[in-house]
């Protein structure tokens, strides 16, 4: 009986981790310890922030090669990037205490939004209305705030009192918010209404080890958390159960993000290796 019960526990952990053949997509040192903030524009191109040093962003061409986008203001480290539906980039400034905006065609750099109530913007992620909703911790008193940014730069903040909220992500419905907190390892959900206001707020996952970074969303709902520090995504489905964790080769991972012809590779970056792997999914993004 004993033994019968050691296979079917070793089959459920086969079932609930995957060793996915995660691949460099880029070589290792290529960006600051702060890499993050992985998005696609609507013509494929791949910006991440802090190529080489902080303040910066990178364009990663298909290859994995790397080159420099653009340099920042000085005092601004981005920490996230969002692209609205003109094609304009929004970039969660951490170290200005701002959200910055970038246009795409003259690559000037403008603050869309402040709000002297900021900690420091942390993470993004944005509705079809251009509506942003900024996670906005404070590391120093484990506390948190989330933001809601109008496309005319006008803040709401939508909650405070939080703990570290970091990764922040809609479903695909835009019905649900989904804001997780590194510290206390809890992941949030919230309603969300017509006009961007949130009520609701209700335990949609707790992890009993390691910290979060970014998270997204796939096509049929499911969650994507980075495990920093494990070193693998945790795949939860719209319930908040765990279908699958997906082993990356490096440990501390900040964030990722759908792309690919099909919407179906993941790129993840990688503090600890200051580069990106990527893998094979079986389900696209929201957007694809």
Same mark, same amino acid.
């Not at 309603?191 to 979060?212: C, H, M, Q, T, W």
């Given at each position: ?137 404070? !590391? ?6 989330? !933001? ?39 992941? !949030? ?100």
């Amino acid at each position: 009986m004993t033994r019968v019960l050691y296979i079917i526990f070793t089959l459920m952990l086969c079932v609930n981790f995957t060793h996915a053949q995660s691949t460099d997509h880029t070589a290792e040192n290529l960006f600051s310890t702060n890499i993050e903030g992985p998005a696609f524009d609507k013509n494929g191109n791949l910006y991440v922030v802090n190529f080489q040093k902080d303040g910066t962003i990178g364009l990663v061409k298909p290859d994995g090669t790397v080159e420099l986008y653009v340099t920042l203001p000085e005092g601004s480290t981005a920490n996230s990037i969002q692209i609205d539906s003109k094609g304009c980039m929004f970039l969660a400034d951490f170290t200005g205490h701002n959200v910055l905006k970038l246009d795409p065609k003259t690559k000037q750099v403008t603050v869309h939004a402040h709000n002297d109530k900021f900690n420091q913007p942390n993470d993004l992620c944005i509705n079809k209305k251009d509506q942003l909703f900024a996670s906005d911790p404070n !590391w120093k008193e484990s506390t948190g705030q989330i !933001w809601r940014i109008d496309p005319n730069g006008k803040t709401t903040l939508l909650m405070d009192g939080m703990g570290t909220t970091n990764g922040i992500e809609l479903s695909p419905d835009e019905k649900t918010l989904y804001v997780n907190e590194s510290v206390q390892k809890k992941v !949030w959900a919230f309603d969300v209404d017509a006009s961007g206001n949130i009520s609701n707020k209700r335990l949609f996952a707790e992890f009993p080890d390691y910290g979060f970074d970014g998270m997204k969303c796939d096509k049929k709902g499911n969650v994507y958390i980075t495990r920093y520090g494990k070193g693998t995504i945790a795949v939860l489905s719209p319930q908040g159960k765990q279908i699958k964790e997906i082993q990356l080769k490096g440990k501390n991972c900040s964030n990722l993000v759908f792309g690919g012809k099909d919407g179906k590779t993941i790129f993840v970056t990688l503090q600890d290796r200051k580069g990106m792997e990527k893998y094979h999914n079986d389900i696209p993004g929201k957007k694809y």
